[in-house]
């Protein structure tokens, strides 16, 4: 009985337009946002901060730009991981080179950097799709891993390949706590997702979401397909550029090539099919699920007392993922994020059936 909008009347058209129409929707949304920002940092743990909430928040960023590429316009991708890659080198050669640059401006630049990158890799859409879309950026996958293991001039001629972010510090304000860098996260996290929800319900993300549908019907009554897959391509590859910026400089520290190899672009495929396809919900409810499985996997059987090797673990892990792929495929395509549709509407009927 409390989740209806009885007696809620929208007289125009902003009105009708909120991202969240219903008045208890939005006391949630801002009860949720004032306990992340304001309790979580005051109660949160090491473990919890550097283990869980900033691989999450930052997983749900980059799951968030692909979804944009392939939940809403349809263009299959497996070269996430290079893309966040292009943005966490493009990051430390730009910290490096000019020391003084603000952080939140070489997270953008960065980005952008990652951007162009994806609108070069972008052009065969224009051409291909399905399985071929698939293999050519898969391609830009191989050559990342090859050019960042092998220019040294992009490691900063670092002779064992790795990189040592710099000391983080923006505004006079040093981010040297795990707490100061999930609020750092958290903040980037919240304005980027804010912009990639009204950009997929505004006039790019309605033609992203026609090419989806069918691209044939869509170029008849006007859209264009190069404008509209190439933008898909840049917008995305900027979310994922943004957010292999931040997995490097807060969450890794220091990385090898190999951080942002074939499975990272492969997990975070997997977090938009489990979480839901051309969902913005459904790209955070992806990125907790993949954050959140290892964890229980390796504390469930201490828990119960069974004695399990390290090796069986990561076994498990690939195996219910695969089954939870199937399933989802098979059962509800659309994710966890239309299962939580369901309840709601679930919650508006009930006790009523009809």
């Known amino acids: 009985m409390l989740y209806r909008e009885n007696g809620q009347f929208k007289t125009g058209y902003p009105a009708d337009q909120q991202i969240f129409p219903i008045v208890q929707d939005r006391v949630v949304i801002g009860l949720l946002l004032a306990f992340a920002f304001l309790v979580v940092p005051q109660i949160g743990s090491e473990y919890l901060f550097k283990a869980i909430l900033i691989p999450f928040l930052i997983l749900a960023l980059a799951a968030i730009g692909l979804n944009l590429l392939v939940g809403y316009c349809g263009q299959i991708s497996l070269g996430s991981g290079a893309f966040m890659a292009v943005g966490a080198y493009a990051a430390y050669n730009l910290t490096v080179r000019i020391p003084d640059l603000n952080l939140i401006v070489a997270f953008v630049l960065a980005g952008l950097i990652a951007m162009g990158a994806g609108v070069i890799f972008g052009v065969p859409s224009l051409r291909i799709k399905g399985l071929y879309l698939a293999v050519a950026t898969l391609a830009a996958q191989f050559f990342s891993d090859w050019l960042f293991t092998r220019v040294k001039w992009l490691s900063n001629d670092s002779t064992s390949g790795s990189v040592q972010v710099p000391a983080l510090e923006m505004f006079g304000v040093s981010l040297d706590t795990p707490a100061r860098k999930y609020l750092f996260v958290l903040a980037i996290v919240c304005v980027f997702g804010l912009m990639a929800k009204n950009l997929v319900r505004g006039h790019l993300g309605r033609s992203w979401m026609a090419i989806r549908d069918m691209d044939v019907a869509a170029a008849v009554i006007g859209i264009r397909p190069m404008h509209a ?53 459904g790209s955070f409810l992806g990125a907790a699920f993949i954050v959140i499985l290892p964890i229980l996997l390796n504390q469930i059987p201490a828990w119960l007392g069974i004695p399990i090797s390290a090796a069986m673990t990561s076994h498990l892990e690939f195996m219910i993922f695969g089954a939870l792929i199937v399933f989802f495929l098979i059962v509800e395509p659309h994710g966890l994020a239309r299962l939580w549709s369901v309840a709601k509407e679930k919650l508006r009927l009930w006790p009523f059936p009809h």
Do not use: P
């Open 229 to 281: 897959k190439l933008t898909a391509f840049a917008l995305s590859s900027f979310f994922i550029g943004v957010s292999g910026a931040l997995w490097g400089f807060v969450h890794l520290g220091s990385w090898e090539a190999l951080a942002f190899d074939v499975n990272r672009s492969l997990n975070l495929l997997f977090m938009i099919i489990i979480g839901g396809l051309g969902s913005i919900l």
